[in-house]
């Protein structure tokens, strides 16, 4: 009982003495620190901190509270869409979160937002950026002739707007991209590729990216994992199926060729002008993948991956792994990074050297769970990471896109239903 009246009593002189504390940490830390019980040191401790622990906060606070990057600080706003019909419930790690896919293009200074449910919209690029954090924009909506359809991937090139899709069609789910010339009235788009194989539960995947090589759409399909129960699905692996792959279009002659096989599902793409294609794939738990795509090349889904299955998957012998943990044993292509633990990977891109000094020849990857942007540095032949630096968003990021004009980086924000606007302080 002594003790503790001891105790509340220095509690109390503690209180009086903190603001001189703080504007002379040297005399409290030598001088007045001593006379307090060790309990009260330790709180004073974590008031006042040495240098070592101020480093310490300061560190973790970068990482998981701030768009703070090595190199600078970052300003983030979210200009909130009014469109609040289309949020939809998602449950992760079982928290239910508001969940709104957007999809966003650039085409001079307009800025496209495509929705899951097929609206699409645009908003004026200088207007958004002249927007104050929180407050909320009204895009205008671009007619279409389609019905019927989810949007999985928008892509803009030149005057010429694609977008990817599940069509529902006799009870079954199809995948198929449309196109059409670009206007802000009303699209007429146009079916350019239908694969006639059904989907049992949920098309993925349906990247898009242009190949100014090829003159040709590179797209990715997703293994249709959620058919059965223990997520198998061996498709990825079969030359007469199109699922698990990617594929290379005319969408001149609406052909297509498999470019390369073995895929989970790519849920990020980009093209280099040389041709040199990265994807970023979810892995299952864990072993979110990397890779760079070469034609012909088999990359292991469903055989090997970095990851597992879900612990409530069933299969047999839960004391070995599932997957192989090497790829280039068993004749497929190794990733150039995978994550473990997963970061639920989304959309990658490569951002213009103007947007500073300290960050050349950067890509920026997006996560879903992770809640983080992850800059990325490859070497010259895209063969391994250099490095990566995390910067915490606190959202789930679908998107992202670069608008050099003015140096910012676009993100589209799942849970808030967003466009989060990056740029340097």
Known sequence: MKKLI?????????????????????????????????????????IVSNENNTYKLNNDYNVKFLPETQ???????????????????GIFKKKIYNRTPIYLDILDNKLVI???????????????????????INPLKINHNLSDIEIL??????????????????????????????????????????????????????????????????????????????????????NNSIMGKTLIIDDENKSYRIYSKGHRNIIGLYIDDYHNIIATENGPRGGDEINLIKDGFNYGWPIASYGEKDD?????????????KNHKAYGFEEPIFAFVPSIGISEIIKISNNFSNFWQETFLVGSLNG???????????????????????????????????????????????????????
Request: hydrophobic share 35%.
């Open 6 to 46: 001891i105790s509340l009593t220095s509690l109390i002189v503690l209180s009086v003495v903190l603001i001189f504390a703080f504007k002379n940490k040297n005399y409290i830390r030598n001088e007045l620190f001593l006379i307090f019980p060790k309990s009260v040191q330790s709180i004073f401790r974590v």
């Open 71 to 89: 190199s600078f600080n970052l300003n983030l706003k979210k200009i909130k869409i009014k469109n609040d019909k289309l949020q939809t419930k």
């Open 114 to 136: 495509s929705y899951k449910d097929s609206e699409i919209y645009y908003v004026g690029i200088p207007n958004l950026i002249d927007l104050k954090n929180g407050e909320i």
């Open 153 to 238: 991937d928008t892509l803009i090139n030149d005057d010429s707007i694609y977008i990817s899709t599940r069509i529902f069609e006799n009870n079954c789910q199809k995948f198929g991209i449309f196109k059409s010339d670009f206007n802000l009235k009303k699209l007429n788009f146009k079916n350019i590729f239908k694969d006639e194989e059904c989907y049992v539960i949920a098309i993925q995947g349906g990247k898009m990216q242009f190949s100014k090589k090829l003159n040709k759409i590179i797209v990715s399909t997703a293994a249709d994992i959620k058919k059965n129960l223990d997520r198998s699905d061996e498709k990825p692996q079969d």
């Open 312 to 324: 409530y998957l069933p299969y047999k012998d839960k004391d070995k792994p599932y997957y192989k």
């Open 371 to 425: 809640q983080h942007l992850y800059r990325i540095v490859f070497d010259d032949e895209y063969t391994k990471v250099k490095f990566y630096e995390k910067i915490f968003i606190g959202e789930r990021i679908r998107d992202i896109k670069y608008y050099s004009k003015k140096r910012i980086i676009l993100l589209a924000l799942e849970e808030s239903g967003s466009i989060g606007i990056l740029n340097i302080e």
